[in-house]
């Protein structure tokens, strides 16, 4: 099946998904609604960011709500506040041509929580949250979920990494009943199969996209070979060499992503910095400034970057490799978005040679080794 027609998509989302410039079905699309729009099952979908999941569970999503029912029919959980923003808005742009108004309302924490309590009290079909702040809003009682038909764990491997486990087994159990789960995810570690055996049915429809690649296609992996005391002049050459091209490099440390930040400026480059124990407010400025592309580099830390969804990144440089290997797949996976193509490029020292080996042979990828 190659339109979404023959998926099965409503016309009035065909009409919406064009004008968003969404013509023809990813490959986790084409493999998952006809699975969601026809059986009443637990699902898994495995596939790297940037493929087209939220399309592929959102519209089956939006199709099964009973607009004419003021009740909260579904839940989206995701990891960060900018994921949970941009599954909000790609929900409302879907349904721009439906007959009846469904509403999507986002809830997630660095905001204000009266603001969020005041929007529930309107008709609400969907809430698409973080977990933490769905929690402060059950414990409020100002949320109910005893009518939600679907919950969808979104970026399940990522909200795990980063320490949600507790909220998720709270949530899962205050919702469980007469409830379908769906769950998506780029990796498939034990603490995800944990959740599947314990609050997913054993009867489970399964879609795993590229599964002999844990990492999209499109990108191009590359190492240069330094020693520490050469590696902010080899930085700023390789971003030289980019020209206009955006990109994200990949610091392990909080401090270490303000101190190169603070480094690439005294050099002339347009960069800010995200890390951890930025203010909510700070967070958002730096990233308004990188996608209206005020900025043309942005030094983050792996949590930070989380649900930075940036389009036409040209390419990521780890300025030191990932402690954890499914970071390296999400740090990778910010570039080659929507079938586009990039780079990802370490910056090794001879000693951690071996770890991309490692990483060669793990995730089933080539690295190539630029010489400068």
Known sequence: MSTFKELGVQSYYIKALKELQINTPTEIQKETIPVLFKSKTDFIGLAQTGTGKTAAYGLPILQDIDASLPLVQALILSPTRELVQQIKKQLFKFTKYTDQKIFVEAVFGGEKIDRQLSNLKRPTHVIVATPGRLIDLIERKAVDLRNITTIVLDEADEMLSMGFKQELNTILK??????KTWLFSATFPEEIQRIVKTYMTGDIARVEVNKKTLINENITHQYILTAVKDKLDVLIRLLESKNEERGIIFSRTKLGAQKLAFELKEEGFSVGA??????????????????????QYLVSTDVSARGIDVRDLGFIVHHQLPEKLEYYTHRSGRTARAGKKGFSIALILPSELQQVYDIQKKLNIKFEEITH
Request: charged residues 40%.
């Open 174 to 179: 205050y919702t469980s009943g007469n409830r």
């Open 274 to 295: 995200l890390e951890g124990d930025m203010q909510q407010k700070e967070r958002d400025k730096v990233m308004r400034a990188f996608k209206n592309e005020s900025l």
